[in-house]
């Protein structure tokens, strides 16, 4: 793999240029628990229309973000792909386009890798693109379910792709080893709107994020379902919970789209805010192999990829100082120097 074209840094104060964002308005984000000061600061992609999800490869050497380009529930065949390759770069902004070479893609969403195959969630429609050019490859109806609006999908690595259904409260089963035939695996209010989908390192067991109810929940093969975390009557934690993924060090990052705000739940169980004031996080993901993360800002039409901590930063307590949060002063000594 070539050298990245940038360094990671962690999640520290950040602020996307006022041009990303209609009327002016600033997207800031807080981390809240950093390893050390931002040499490098998150690296921004702009000129995106409506993002709603982003997939990074196994191999970090290129990423995708999804486009809705207009209201995400609308059938207008304009929806776009963007591809970037493993530094950052956009490679070409609408990589893959609605209207455009025979491409059908309406309000694309969450999306999954299997090899050169990339499959992406598109209202009542699944549908499969060869990741070097682009071309339409697969398109799997679901059609015969109504009300289906799918937001996410994954991949379990051995040929079987779920994808969550917010609006039925559904989870399907796709086996790409049968021509692509579809079943449901679950249909259950208590999954409250899934949205984000991941897969827990160890166990393979499906991780929902639930829209509705700003609740984490386990899905197994069989298709039973198990509360990992739920808001109680005193203590709403979570609003609407859009993405969820894990890092190589099995934490959990999840973000929140109404309250603006990236957490992490350790492999304790622990929770904590690691950014906040957002501006409509979307479906986030997480490139393991280089350990950054990446996430959509819907309203903002905008993306941000930027380094996370390692375990042995979590582990390293420090007194925060200003330089934390973006501000840089020179030291009285410093500048005394500078000025000979």
Known sequence: MPARQFTPAPLACRVLFPTLIPFGALLVGF???????????????????????????EAGEQYFISNANGD??????????????????????????????G??????????LIKQTLYVADIDTLRA?????????????????????????????????????TETDSIYRVDTTKDHSVSILVRDEALAGP????LHPKTGNLIVASWKKGKILEV??????????????????????SGLDYDRFGSLYLSDFTAGKVWRMGPD???????????????????????????????????EINGLESPAH?????KRTLEDYGFRFTKPSQKGQEDK
């Open 103 to 112: 491409v059908i893609l309406h309000a694309p969403k969450g999306m999954a």
């Open 72 to 101: 995400p529930e609308v059938k207008d065949n304009n929806g776009f792909i963007t591809r970037l390759d493993g530094s950052g770069k956009v490679l070409k902004l609408e990589f893959i386009r609605g209207g455009k070479s």
């Open 195 to 198: 949205s984000g989908l991941t």
């Open 220 to 241: 197994d093969r069989t298709g039973k379902i198990t509360e990992v975390f739920s808001n109680s009557f005193f203590s709403s934690r979570f609003h609407n919970l």
């Open 129 to 165: 693109f060869d990741t070097v050019t682009g071309k339409p490859l697969h398109t799997v109806s679901f059609t015969r379910f109504p009300g289906v609006a799918l937001a996410d999908v994954v991949h379990d690595g051995q040929g079987i792709l779920y994808a969550s259904d």
């Open 314 to 318: 979590l582990k390293k307590k420090r």
């Open 31 to 57: 981390l809240v628990s950093l390893a050390g000061p931002n040499p490098a600061g998150a690296l921004q992609i702009g000129d995106l229309q409506g993002p709603q999800s982003c997939v990074a490869d």
């Open 269 to 303: 169980g622990d929770f904590k805010v690691i950014a906040e004031f957002l501006h409509s996080p979307a479906d986030l993901a997480v490139d393991r192999k280089n350990h950054v993360i990446l996430v959509p800002y819907h309203y903002a039409n905008a993306a």
